[in-house]
């Protein structure tokens, strides 16, 4: 029982942010019911050595199938918006319409309904219907240009600035709020989330610090992009790395006691021209241990400094096990739920579904009764038998 138990959410398949959106619904206790094409698309990313495909932003969901090409199985979506609170789609701009299912014709038949629209560009503007991926839309919001170092090219950020944390969040926030407002008296609405926008307010702290003449354009220059020693990564004697984050005065203190440097005769912390000098003492000394001994070392310590885990490491981090930050869904190691919640503990119900499971279960908790299940087989809705 999340904090969105009740919540019933028509999610069109596609990739990327609107799963990832959708998940973090799902995962709060939402009721997620993915109408997926009748056929697996061939890029909808890789499969497992096993020949099975991983999808963890897919999990928490019901599927049904239908293919909206046919006018019929429009029909059937339709009966499925008109008993949702939550729609999401992640097509071009101007697909949901052209299919009569836009959000003109869901508010008609529903006018209760959040539908959430998540793109690259928005709904509107000259790029709105052109194509386009993460590292594009982080680029043109400025946020790529400070990631990477000085003089060399821009470094992806993987996909997690535009697709996940502009885009996916971006939408759920979106829904989430526009769900308030329904339930406070408000009409439906549209929530137009844009991973170039989304992109560009993460980096709200860097228009700061732009504005007050504290942000250099060139990359690696500046507090928070690898600029200074004392807010970057190092590598240690056995090819692994430490984080280093000791932005503070006291913290920048109790890093040069741990790595011995303490009472040297080095260049003061804030001095931009002493900096490279800094950087050549961090670099030499923690290249005189391994990752597991600067731990043991700086354990319990303030200074700031932390191993760089890969992704199959992280989850078994004293602090992961501790909090259970991860969970195993079907034998796949992943990111559990989050934020938490004391009073109504969000969980993962499940992994993804093939396609058209549990949809039967999922259309008689809709409220669908056997002949109107028939009616909607009829008009092409697809579903695997429920045990």
Request: glycine content about 14%; some cysteine; aromatic content about 6%.
């Amino acid at each position: 029982m999340g904090v969105l138990s009740g919540i019933r959410v028509v999610e069109f398949e596609a990739i990327g942010p609107g799963p990832f959106g959708a998940m973090l619904l799902a995962d709060m206790g939402a009721d997620v019911l993915r109408i997926d094409r009748p056929v697996a698309p061939t890029d909808l990313g890789p499969k497992s050595a096993t020949g099975k495909r991983v999808d963890v932003t897919g999990r928490g969901r019901r599927s049904v199938t239908l293919d909206l090409k046919q006018l019929e199985a429009r029909n059937a979506a339709l009966e499925l918006i008109e008993r949702a609170d939550v729609v999401i789609e992640g097509f071009r701009p101007g697909t949901m319409e052209r299919l009569g299912l836009g959000p003109d014709v869901a508010l008609a038949r529903n006018p209760k309904v959040v539908y959430g629209r998540m793109t690259g560009w928005g709904q509107t503007g000259p790029m709105a219907e052109r194509a386009g991926h993460d590292l594009n839309y982080i680029a043109l919001s400025g946020v790529l240009s400070g990631i990477g170092r000085a003089g060399e090219a821009p470094v992806p950020p993987l996909n997690l600035v535009g697709d996940y944390g502009g885009g996916g969040m971006l939408l759920a926030l979106g829904v989430v709020a526009a769900l308030l407002n329904v339930q406070r008296g408000g009409k439906g609405q549209v929530v137009d989330a844009a991973m170039i926008e989304g992109a560009a307010q993460l980096g709200a702290v860097v228009w700061g610090l732009l504005a007050s003449g504290n942000w250099r354009e060139q990359r690696a220059s500046n507090l928070l992009d690898g600029g200074t020693p004392w807010y970057d990564s190092y590598r240690t004697s056995d090819g692994h790395y430490m984080a280093v984050g000791a932005v503070e005065s006291r913290f920048y203190a109790e890093l040069l006691e741990k790595l011995g440097l303490a009472g040297k005769d080095l260049p003061r912390q804030h001095d931009r021209s002493g900096w490279p000098v800094l950087r050549q003492h961090f670099e030499a000394v923690f290249l005189t241990r391994t990752r597991d001994e600067w731990c043991a070392l700086f354990e319990g310590s303030d200074a700031c400094v932390a191993p760089v885990l890969g992704f199959a490491e992280a989850p078994d981090h004293p602090q992961h096990r501790a909090r259970g930050s991860f969970v195993e869904v079907a034998g796949v190691v992943q990111p559990g739920p989050a934020p938490r919640f004391l009073g109504t503990p969000s969980e993962v119900t499940g992994p993804a579904p093939a396609r058209g499971e549990h949809g039967a279960a999922a259309l008689r908790d809709w409220g669908f009764d056997a002949q109107s299940v028939a009616r909607l087989r009829e008009l092409g809705l697809g579903f695997l038998p429920d045990a």
